[in-house]
């Protein structure tokens, strides 16, 4: 690691003053606008002044610069304050060449705000540069490189990357958990995490707990929105600031409220049963959501009663710890890869998954990898064709008929039979590289996260965000499940409860035997009730058959008389269609409860279990 | 009658269609009005060549016999785009690029989409039977905005219903007893009093009297004839057997049909040729149920068709793979007859898999805007 002594710092704020005041002295607009003020100010904490180095430049950054920007700037009528000389040979560069060249860039960067430095404002568009933007945006390569540079990388170290998400929710009050830890260093150095609250609202008196492993709490005292950056160390060079938007709402912007729990905060007197209070819908119909998106059944109704008291990411956070979930994403993925009947994994290390997942001992994509290696993936797919193709089209999206793609058919299929052969400018000569190198493709997380998304929404991602969750999860395979925790929690998902989904056939078949056997199906079971519901396109007189099997099996725990018949009725809509009866309805189960000799608890149930509601959730 | 399928048949077959031509072209034709008010589809798909069907005779000897009442086009191109793909195409009209283990609608209008649109027909009317897959499921309707869900065909894919699997489920949990009339009575009562429930996509929806009769449909068949139907084949032989049904049930405008079995080529020629001539069979039993309902008879028109054939050459294992592009893969022969078609000839104009929709909505007097594909006049009256 590199270590900067005193005297190199002082040589740069040297060569900065020098070269900055000759540029502050031009001070006029021109393409590639005013060069900044860089005289580093006599309160300069010299520990974070960055020094460019010039060997760096030379192999990397200059290169870049003579293609995007020689263009313009080595022109001295269109180069304004900053002229590039072009570089004849531009793989051995005359040293001079580029040490006028670095010279000439210095000016345009800023030694105690890298970051923010001229040189990569202005190749993003800002600035008033008369080129306009070079790159569309800060994950870039080239950008990365020139930003890298502005960090003052070197060739034996390269400046940390901090990472948090872009944006979060939390109440006034409740204190907000913010995780640094995906932040990275590319040499793999140790990192030192620094916090700030950059913006605020006026009057507002935000805290900042931090601990020493990246993480830290933030308590707000006002609503509105606050400004939080992240910057990391690796004990020579610091990373830009990554910047996190935090909106602070009193009632939780658009989540339903959080209803005290079964407990009063005094945590000695009960409240009434559940049936009995009035319950806010949308937090019912997320509940039921969450466990019929992330459990693939219906929760029961004590689950409901415990959850009705925690916040929407509380519950979020619990579930995404329990290992029924990630069984329900691993039979998902085995669904999604058809490794269903004869080619369903029975046995070995793809049995662990979802504990694996559970615990976070691994990562999303490398479980997705497991699966696409194993054994039963390579029965299901015989064959270089099959093979290729499949991993193709399903794990990049890739349609391999297309002109464009038949090249890479081609190679893949070579590769797969132990050729030596490239694949997206990657050599490899085995089957196993072959899934090793598309799955290190960035379009394997684009392919991925959008499937993620739809999943969880029903409506396809729009780019933006897309772009920034896959930047994200190249730069940490870890990021992947940190975004499925923030999607779960975010506004569009909450938002979604509202509109009622038609509840998919497999959950559809776990929840009618958890909510009239109190069970979930067993694998044979849901294998063979599986086929026959994907077999209609109309699965309503199927599940209706169904439904009908289960109640009249006898091995339902329904009583034959409701010897409390409001609570019956109230608790079987809770936890059948996740609201309370209107009173219309409530009078006319209950009266007929009570009156009709002919309407017993089993014909409660099985009005709500055939009713058109219960398709949908 | 006979049908003289050499080289002399072929040209005959050919001139009869180009004397044909101009008077196809003219505009009485296209005002003409047609005798057909059903039609079946069969998509024998799997991969079928030729060779071991029309040019074998003695391997389907009732589409033989389908054909000397309609007629045979042996040269009907087909592009080799994947089970999926190329079984699409067939009956959205439109070439279709799905891969192997794709799972999604496509985005043109089916031939289903098209009849209830244009009929405006009610989904009970309008019918798919398939032998098994996922995929098969999204032939119903298509993701097409003026189109869809709303207009998509009834499925019952067989070798999900109707199999020894579900039946032994249904057994070990006991089979429910027929809601009494006081059940239904209280039951009705409850769920007036319910609210309405909330709009959500829904998919294809029968009404509830059709309901019922899937229901009843169903729990017969379940302990019936088709459940016990087992062996090399006995997906596609389900899969015509509930078309069968459905024809004596709904009595449908359009009835698709999607085998599949086909396919164990692959890994076996044998169990290839046994799979076709099982797959005739059932279809002979369907041809027949046909005939033999007056209601069906004059007005049904059906036409069988492979989505593609397969390799010239055996591989490894003996069996067919299909990925050569020879003209063995890229050309099947169709089969059809119905009141609208010519009968006993071999139609030997080119045509392709991509025609079949169009010319089926053409018999049922309903518009097919999207679809790439022609009408087949040369094989019509």
């Known amino acids: 690691m590199r270590r900067i002594s005193a005297l190199s710092i002082l040589i740069a704020l040297g060569v900065f003053t020098t070269i900055g005041l000759s540029g502050s002295g031009v001070a006029r607009a021109d393409s590639m606008g005013d060069p900044p003020a ?27 610069l003579h293609s995007h920007c020689a263009g313009c700037h080595s022109d001295a009528e269109s180069a304004g304050g900053y002229l590039l000389r072009p570089l004849k040979n531009l793989d051995r560069p005359s040293l001079e060449t580029v040490r006028e060249n670095f010279r000439a860039t210095l000016r345009y960067l800023d030694p105690r705000e890298p970051a923010a430095s001229a040189l990569l404002t202005k190749s993003l568009g800002g600035k008033a540069h008369g080129g306009g933007a070079i790159f569309a945006n800060e994950t870039h390569s080239d950008f990365v490189t020139l930003q890298e540079f502005a960090l003052g ?153 415990k959850w009705y008291g925690s916040t929407h990411d509380e519950m979020v956070d619990a579930l995404l710890k329990r290992e029924e979930v990630w069984d329900a994403w691993y039979e998902r993925q085995l669904y999604f890869f058809l490794l269903l009947d004869r080619f369903r994994p029975k046995e070995g290390r793809l049995a662990s998954l979802p504990k694996r997942l559970a615990n976070a001992q691994v990562t999303i994509p490398m479980a997705v990898q497991e699966i696409v290696r194993s054994q039963y993936f390579n029965a299901r797919n015989p064959g270089n064709d099959t093979f290729v193709t499949v991993v193709l089209e399903q794990c990049l999206g890739t349609v391999v008929q297309e002109r464009r793609n038949l090249r890479v058919l081609k190679a893949g299929k070579k590769m797969y039979d132990g050729y030596k052969t490239k694949l997206f400018k990657t050599t490899g000569s085995s089957q196993a590289d072959f899934v090793r190198i598309v799955f290190a493709q960035d379009q394997f997380a684009t392919h991925m996260l959008q499937r993620l998304w739809k999943d969880l929404h029903e409506t396809e991602i729009d780019p933006k965000t897309l772009k920034a969750a896959v930047a994200r999860a190249v730069a940490d395979p870890r990021a992947y499940r940190v975004l499925f925790t923030e999607w779960l929690k975010g506004d569009a998902y909450v938002k979604a409860v ?49 439904g009908r099997v289960l109640m009249e099996s006898g091995q339902g725990q329904l009583p034959a008389n409701a010897l409390a018949p409001e609570q019956f009725v109230n608790e079987q809509f809770i936890r059948l269609l996740a609201r309370q009866p209107s009173p219309r309805e409530a009078k006319a189960f209950v009266g007929a409860l009570k009156k009709d000799a002919a309407v017993t608890p089993r014909v409660i149930l099985w009005t709500l279990i055939s009713s058109a509601e219960y398709q949908g959730y | ?147 869809g869900e709303k207009y998509g065909a009834n499925l019952i894919d067989a070798d999900g219903v109707f199999n020894t699997e579900f039946r032994k489920v249904i057994d070990s949990f006991g089979r429910p007893s027929v809601p009494t009339d006081k059940e239904i009575e209280v039951v009705g009562k409850l769920r007036d009093a319910m609210q309405p429930p909330p709009a959500m996509a ?27 139907i087992t062996g090399p084949g006995s997906s596609d032989a389900r899969a015509i057997q509930v078309a069968v049904s459905v024809l004596r049930i709904f009595k449908p405008t359009m009835l698709g049909v999607v085998l599949q079995n086909a396919d164990i080529a692959h890994g076996s020629f044998n169990a290839y040729e046994n799979v076709i001539k099982r797959a005739d069979e059932q279809l002979g039993v369907l041809w027949d149920s046909v005939q033999a309902d007056p209601s069906l008879r004059d007005s049904t028109t059906i036409m069988v068709l492979p989505e593609f054939g397969r390799d010239r050459n055996l591989n490894q294992r003996n069996g067919l793979d299909h990925g050569d592009n020879t003209p063995q893969l890229r050309q099947v022969a169709m089969v059809g007859a119905g009141p609208d078609f010519k009968q006993g000839r071999v139609i030997s104009s080119a045509m392709k898999s991509i025609d079949v929709c169009p010319t089926a909505c053409e018999l049922l007097g309903v518009k097919s805007d999207h679809v790439d594909g022609k009408i087949m006049r040369s094989i019509l009256s």
């Open chain 2, 202 to 228: 829904s998919g294809v929806k029968n009404d509830a009297k059709t309901i019922d009769r899937l229901q009843r449909y169903i729990l017969q068949e379940i302990a019936g004839k088709t459940a016990r």
């Open chain 2, 1 to 147: 009658m006979c049908i003289d399928y050499s080289r002399r048949g072929f040209l005959k077959g050919s001139g009869v269609a180009m004397m044909g031509l101009p008077w196809l072209a003219s505009p009485a034709f296209a005002k003409k009005k047609f005798k057909t008010k059903h039609v079946v589809m069969v998509a024998f798909a799997g991969g079928v060549r030729s060779r071991e069907t029309i040019e074998k005779p003695a391997n389907i000897p009732n589409l033989m016999r389908i054909a000397e009442q309609g007629v045979i086009c042996p040269k009907i191109d087909v592009m080799n785009n994947g089970h999926f793909g190329a079984t699409m195409s067939i009956f959205t009209g439109k070439r279709e690029f799905r891969g192997i283990r794709e799972n999604e609608r496509g985005e043109n209008p089916t031939v289903f989409e098209y009849v209830r649109k244009g009929a405006q027909l009610p989904a009970d009317m309008v019918w798919l039977s398939t032998s098994g897959g996922a995929q098969q499921r999204n032939l119903v309707y298509s993701g097409h905005e003026d189109f």
């Open chain 1, 153 to 305: 990388a070197s060739r034996s170290n390269r400046p940390p990357d901090a990472i948090l998400p872009k944006r979060m929710r939390m109440r006034v009050g409740a204190p907000l958990s913010l995780d640094g830890t995906l932040s990275a260093d590319p040499d793999g150095d140790g990192l030192q995490y620094t916090w700030a609250i950059v913006d605020r609202p006026s009057g507002a008196s935000p805290r900042l707990k931090a601990s020493d492993d990246g993480l830290a709490q933030l308590h707000v005292n006002k609503p509105g929105a606050y400004r939080i950056r992240l910057t990391v160390h690796d004990d020579t060079l610091w990373s830009a600031g990554a910047d996190m938007l935090v909106i602070a709402n009193l009632a939780g912007g658009v989540r339903p409220p959080v209803v005290a729990g079964p407990m009063s905060n005094d945590g000695k007197k009960k409240l009434p049963p559940l049936w009995k209070r009035r319950l806010v819908p949308e937090r019912l119909r997320l509940i039921r959501r969450l466990y019929i998106d992330l459990l693939w059944r219906t929760p029961r109704l004590a689950e409901v009663e």
């Open chain 1, 498 to 546: 509202e509109l009622a989904r038609n509840k998919p056939e497999i959950p559809y078949v776990r929840s009618l035997f958890v909510d009239i056997l109190d069970r979930t199906p067993t694998y044979e079971e849901l294998r063979n009730v599986r086929n026959a519901f994907l077999s209609l396109a109309d699965p309503t007189p199927i599940r209706l058959v169904m």
């Open chain 1, 38 to 64: 860089a005289a580093p100010s006599g309160d300069t904490d010299l520990a974070r002044v960055v020094v460019p180095d010039l060997l760096y430049f030379h192999q990397r950054a200059a290169p870049l």
